[in-house]
RNA sequence: GCUGACGUAGCUCAGGGGUAGAGCACUUCCUUGGUAAGGAAGAGGUCGGGAGUUCAAAUCUCCUCGUCAGCUCCA
């Protein structure tokens, strides 16, 4: 007998045997006809599989409408890439094939004399469909780990073989579906019909268990859908996407640009990004001014001797830009690539008292890294960027509230730009992997406490990533995605413990004894050139009016009006509000066109009747038009829509 | 750095061994206009760079630089 409690909490009984399909299949037949798989007391298993006897279950049937029931077809659909890849490639071995965010991927190892390229990709979608016609059952089939190791031992695949190892017998499941079998703890879809469209997206290299020492396999991306509408509409949300990707944005805008001549991942600010980009500084210095910081300034080089003491050149030096030379080659610099060693001098130039600190020495500093040449990416990854840094140095007990005051500034950039999603992250070190850090164990403890304690004094909603931290101390990052879902760090706060240390920083106590202050850095856009990547990204390029380099656009509608819109530009500067006059020898329509497609917020168009009655047609970018406002009128709404802007600050 | 793809006019792209193409942008002229493209003419390129194969290379081969997607990395 099968007990089963339903999400809606009836109860009911169902002969021994049944499988969550049954159940589907005894409520209606379309569900059973959508249904991928099951959630039995909160673990997700097949559909096919009887369901356990006596004691009463919860269950709850997944369709597509469920994360769980997509993960479960994604995963499915893995399976069915390898088998229509088998088809083609009997030689390939498989590794690895999970469900992702969006789609699957598949991890395989092709034979030496075989290379794999995207040409491939259609025929393999259409033999997927064909195995997916032919509706082939998923079958789980529990082995022992000696028949597991028999079968991929004859298989000649050492990857299976290796994550055969790692389990326990008696837990071992293969799955079958047509001429396929994988080794797979499942779940699955009941059978490959559900699989109604398919794309297989790109081709990429992948080590083999992310380690870059091992193998590199080909890895496969794709996505499928139950129906072929739903394929399509994915493609398109993907091209819509790339619109608002910010690199097409910038050059389009003419915000910044990079050259090849000046070097890979150095971006070049025109005045127009430049001009935006002075506006977040101005913004962010003067909400640093509120919250008790100082401004210093330190120079773009330092010397070998002061990362080595810090611990950079260590961990970084080989990977970093080669060190400068002076002349007779006795002393090296490197290319600033962090502000706080810097900053620790500055700290370290006078004697210290309890009563001094806090202290927060605030730098817009422009700092260089070599990154490497495959992980540059536009504006959010680059070699020389500019950080909002700061570093606070308080005494220990000072931390928790030192930190929950840069949380509050954090928050208050983010809603200030409109990021209302963000994922806060715990950057944690990895237990596992001590070496890649320094510092005792103590100090990692009680940087680590103080970040957990902070955020949940917030009431900050967390995930915790262990291996993320940076390698003098935790860190609590601000994640925000790009337009095609990429997760990026902007903000950061990090407490450490360690520099204050190897810098052998001192503050006198109330106890006239000498004691050692903790270190937090952050920034919180982090690096200027990454945060109005992702500013560009989630506004499409209409940015809020206080930012926007190019504010209105004046338009007369023949030449005729051109000396009059020249005067009205003057008398509109005395406003503080940016703009020109658009005197081109075109028809309004096409000046009109480029002035939407420019995003410029405000049109103002001015023809004879705007002359006499001495107003100003306005319509603002998308085709909204305001009709005829006087002018003095016009510059209080845009002021006032500037002020409102900036008070939600 | 690794795997795969791509580099043709300022931008978006077509062409694919035999004299370099389009649309937009640009310049000049005509037109003097009313809320997303008025008309005409013109200018603009050693087809990323280098080597090779060939009578002949933008096109084929190799190398190199850059860009894109992913992996690794990310102070």
Request: aromatic content about 10%.
């Amino acid at each position: 007998m099968v007990i089963i409690q339903f999400p809606d909490n009836s109860i009911k009984k169902f002969p021994s045997g049944t499988s969550a399909l049954d159940v589907a299949n005894s409520i209606s037949e379309g569900l059973a006809r959508n249904v991928l798989a099951a959630k039995v007391n909160n673990k997700v298993i097949d559909t096919l599989i009887p369901l356990e006897e006596n004691n009463q279950l919860k269950l709850e049937l997944l369709t597509w409408k469920d994360d769980q029931g997509k993960e479960t077809m994604w995963h499915s659909s893995a399976h069915l890439m390898a088998e229509a890849i088998h088809f083609y490639y009997p030689k390939v071995k498989f590794a690895i094939g999970p469900p992702i965010e969006h789609g699957f991927y598949y991890d395989m190892e092709f034979p030496k004399e075989t290379s794999f390229s995207s040409e491939s990709f259609l025929k393999i979608e259409k033999k997927i469909l064909e195995l997916a016609k032919e509706k082939n059952e998923y079958k789980r089939k529990l082995v022992t780990k000696k028949e597991a190791i028999k079968y991929f031992t004859e298989k000649n695949n050492n990857y299976k073989l290796e994550l055969i190892n790692d389990l326990e017998d008696g837990q071992i499941t293969f799955y079958q579906q047509g001429q396929f079998i994988d080794l797979c703890k499942g779940p699955h879809i009941p059978h490959t019909g559900h699989i109604k469209a398919v794309k297989l997206l790109n081709v990429a290299g992948a080590y083999w268990k992310g380690d870059e020492k091992n193998k590199q396999l080909t890895r496969i991306y794709g996505i499928s859908f139950p129906k072929k509408k739903e394929l399509t509409s994915h493609l398109e949300r993907l091209e819509e996407a790339k619109k608002r990707d910010h690199r097409k944005i910038g050059k389009n805008m003419s915000l910044f640009m990079f050259s090849k001549k000046v070097g890979q991942g150095l971006p070049l600010w025109l005045p127009k990004g430049a001009f935006l980009r002075s506006q977040l500084v101005d913004f962010m210095k003067q909400t640093q001014l509120k919250f008790g910081y100082q401004p210093v300034i330190t120079p773009h080089i330092g010397s070998k001797e002061l990362y080595v003491c810090s611990g950079h050149y260590d961990k970084y030096g080989e990977d970093s830009f080669q060190p400068i030379k002076t002349p007779d080659a006795n002393e090296e610099f490197f290319l600033k690539p962090m502000n706080c060693p810097h900053h620790c001098e500055i700290y370290k130039s006078e004697p210290r008292s309890y009563k001094d600190l806090p202290i927060r020495f605030a730098e817009f500093g422009t700092v260089y890294r070599y990154e490497q040449s495959g992980e540059l990416h536009g504006l959010t990854r680059v070699r020389g960027f500019t950080q909002d840094d700061a570093h606070i140095f308080a005494m220990p007990h000072q931390v928790q509230s030192e930190f929950e005051s840069v949380i509050d500034i954090v928050l208050y950039v983010l809603k200030a730009m409109g990021f209302d999603k963000y994922i806060a992250q715990i950057s944690l070190r990895d237990p596992k992997k001590k070496e890649k850090y320094i510092g005792s164990d103590e100090n990692w403890q009680l940087a680590e406490e103080a970040i957990i304690q902070s955020a949940k004094n917030k009431n900050l909603e967390t995930t915790i990533e262990y291996g993320e931290a940076a390698f003098y101390g935790p860190k609590l990052d601000f994640m925000i995605k790009d337009a095609i879902g990429r997760k990026w760090q902007l903000g950061t706060i990090q407490v450490d413990y360690n520099l204050p240390e190897r810098f052998q920083l001192e503050y006198k106590g109330s106890d006239d004894k000498m004691h050692r202050p903790v270190m937090i850095h952050r920034a919180p856009f982090g690096s200027l050139e990454r945060f109005i990547a992702l500013l560009i990204e989630h506004t499409g390029g209409n940015f809020p009016l206080w930012l926007t380099p190019v504010q209105f656009i004046i338009l007369p509608i023949s030449k005729k009006y051109n000396e009059y819109c020249y005067k009205l530009l003057n008398s509109i500067k005395n406003y503080d509000i940016r703009g020109h006059v658009d005197d081109r020898n075109e028809t309004t329509g096409k000046k009109i066109r480029d002035a939407e497609l420019k995003k410029i917020p405000y049109m103002l168009i001015i023809g004879e009747k705007e002359v006499t009655e001495n107003q100003i047609s306005v319509r603002e970018h998308g085709g909204n038009n305001l009709g005829s406002i006087k002018e003095g009128d016009l510059m209080q709404m845009i002021k006032e829509k500037i002020d409102k802007e900036i008070e939600k600050n």
